[in-house]
């Protein structure tokens, strides 16, 4: 009677110990699966953290580029507005009569680098006004002479300051250039902003 008692609560003690395995074993399927669920998210936290670190590195790149095309947008505005000072005092400047064409004649090497000591004010004692209408008028002789032909067809009449013109035409076709590509480079920049 003492064996049927004791393998009755052996019993017991095995059936509530296969209930309580059986709860623990629910219990760490749910544990892992939330930790796969965790991996999960860690995982797609950390490719998030990538996308945004790459954003912010293009974003750098394209404030960087932004910035330097505004320096360049605003140094070619201030050129621009130099050369619209020159041209007008050309136009106020009477005509000469037109002279026949000659081929240039190299400029001596003293008169190419006057230019270059006018640029310091305190030296020569210039005020900044006639020194920047030196300067300009030295850059307009430079870039006409570098779109001069080198074998000039002769023309039937010559305006004075009309390679002047063509220089300063295609200098603010360059500043419109750069403006379009700021603006390309800015839209792009919100677009990849908004991406991400």
């Known amino acids: 009677m003492i064996g049927i008692v004791l393998d009755s609560f052996l019993m017991l003690l095995l059936v509530a110990a296969i209930g309580y395995g059986v709860r623990l074993e629910k219990k760490l399927t749910a544990l892992r699966a939330g930790q796969l669920a965790f991996a999960g998210a860690v995982t797609e936290l950390n490719q998030a953290a990538g996308r945004a670190e790459n954003a912010l590195q293009s974003l750098r790149a394209a404030g960087e580029e932004a910035d330097m095309l505004h320096d360049r947008i605003l140094k070619a505005r201030a050129v621009k507005q130099e050369l619209d000072v020159l041209i007008a005092r050309q136009m106020r400047l009477p005509s ?43 850059l307009a002789e430079r870039i ?38 700021l603006n390309k480079a800015r839209r792009s920049l919100d677009d990849d902003l908004f991406a991400a």
């Open 96 to 138: 000469p009569a037109p002279e026949p064409l000659r081929a240039p004649e190299p400029a001596p090497v003293q008169a190419r680098a006057a230019p270059a000591a006018l640029r310091n004010p305190l030296i020569n004692g210039l005020p900044d006004d006639e020194d920047r209408a030196l300067r300009m008028a030295a």
């Open 144 to 181: 006409s002479g570098m779109a001069r032909p080198a074998a000039a067809a002769p023309r039937r009449e010559a305006l004075p300051g009309r390679d002047n013109v063509s220089a300063i035409m295609s200098a603010l076709t360059a500043n419109q250039t750069a403006q379009q590509s």
